[in-house]
């Protein structure tokens, strides 16, 4: 479908969401064409169109002739289904006519079927595993309606068995949770090992999409602070983007220093170390950090052991922080279903706005409680990023100068 603009006040916009003021359309239509005039991203969240579409629910993509070079996209959901990745998009295209005033926006609905890297083991996996729980499942479901039968059989009986019963029941519950768990969890397991290289080759085409206007590098390096003001799908990539940088970086500074200076190496590999346990630490590996961090300030000494692990914390942070706002996007979706849930959201809301700081330091600096929990609940909260790295930054120097202090007090270190 096209929408036209001519030069009499008389034409309007008409149709979908480009219904609005004369006036507003044509600052509007202004603005997209001195954008496509520098060659930049008229609008946030549109991309170049890619060289090749991904197709196989049409033999060919036509192009506009009068549109080459001036088509853009905006990127919808994509779905997976087995060994292929279903993207739906809109494609935009922009034609100045000979008339100067007059232009044309054109817009056509895209459906891309692409196959999906390791599609064969990604099948096997659906096949075989997949199966397989599925069978497990339906035959564990069926032992433990048995159990439960003879459960309610022992209660029916009344007297001492009305316990045995009760006792029965209740194992059997906890049985069919484990077995249920146990195979959710092999079934998540097999999935995302399959269908990695793939989630990986799809950051990276979105990633390269948005890098290739000023626009979109713009964004991203916006994003990287104020990710609440990011469209999911860019959210997805500058976080992709930020977390590959960062073990890159990792990996790069540990082979130089353990190469170019070899007598700094054992040094070097204990803070290595404690920065990527306190990283995955803090997302959540259910493990104490502090036998770590002790043995850390014997080899590093304080600040420095402080200082990696604090850098390992906020690092991890600002990852839990791109997580959890996607999850304040769902809570803030779904906060029309109930009013008593809309104003409890608020209220957290307003509570992280006001002493999210000051809680944030308390959580993290408390020896012992997860840190997981504190980042993806304050993170999911509404909380400005730089008041949520500062409350993190805060209580993990509170914590772990503590600790090497009061080691250091009682064993007399330095």
């Not at 916006?222 to 960062?246: I, S």
């Not at 170390?273 to 014997?298: D, H, K, R, V």
């Not at 109930?338 to 409890?344: H, N, V």
Request: net charge positive; proline share 5%; with cysteine.
């Amino acid at each position: 479908m096209s929408f036209s603009l001519g030069p009499s006040r008389g034409d309007a916009l008409t149709q979908g969401p480009l219904q609005r003021e004369e006036d507003e359309v044509v600052t509007s239509l202004m603005a997209t064409r001195v954008a496509l005039a520098r060659g930049e991203s008229p609008l946030p969240g549109l991309q170049p169109e890619p060289r090749y579409w991904d197709n196989l629910v049409e033999e060919a993509c036509a192009r506009s002739p009068y549109a080459a070079g001036r088509r853009y996209v905006v990127k919808g959901p994509e779905i997976t289904e087995g060994g292929l990745r279903i993207g739906f998009d809109l494609l935009v295209g922009i034609l100045d006519e000979t008339d100067e005033t007059l232009s044309c926006i054109e817009v056509e609905d895209r459906v891309s079927v692409a196959t999906r890297a390791l599609a064969g083991a990604i099948e096997a996996e659906r096949a075989s595993v997949g199966r397989f729980v599925a069978r497990a499942r339906r035959r564990g479901d069926r032992v433990f309606r048995a159990h439960q039968r003879r459960a309610r059989r022992l209660r029916a009986e009344g007297g001492p068995k009305t316990a045995l019963g009760n006792l029965l029941q209740n194992v059997v519950l906890l049985e069919r949770r484990v077995w249920h768990a146990t195979l959710t969890g092999v079934r998540k397991t097999t999935k995302t090992a399959t269908g990695f290289p793939d989630a990986v080759r799809a950051r990276l085409r979105m990633a390269g999409a948005l890098l290739a206007t000023e626009d979109g590098r713009r964004r991203v390096r916006y994003g990287l602070t104020h990710p609440q003001d990011l469209a999911t799908h860019e959210k997805a990539v500058v976080l992709f983007l930020g977390t590959l940088t960062l073990l890159f970086t990792l990996i790069v500074a540990h082979f130089a220093v353990t190469l170019a200076v070899p007598s700094f190496a054992e040094t070097w590999r204990t803070g290595f170390l404690l920065f990527l346990y306190a990283y995955i630490q803090s997302l959540g590996l259910p493990l104490p950090i502090e036998p770590l961090i002790i043995y850390s300030g014997t080899v590093l000494g304080i600040i420095p052991t402080v200082a990696t692990a604090v850098a390992a914390k906020i690092a991890a942070g600002w990852m839990a922080f791109f997580l959890g706002d996607e999850v304040n996007d769902r809570l803030h979706a779904k906060k029309d279903q109930s009013p008593r849930y809309a104003k409890f959201l608020a209220w957290s809301e307003r509570f992280a706005n006001k002493y999210g700081l000051l809680a944030m330091a308390v959580f993290i600096a408390i020896p012992g409680f997860p840190d997981a929990v504190a980042l993806y609940v304050f993170g999911s909260l509404g909380m400005s990023l730089r008041r949520y790295l500062l409350g993190i930054a805060l209580g993990a120097t509170a914590l772990y100068t503590a600790v090497l202090l009061g080691v250091a007090a009682l064993f007399g270190l330095h």
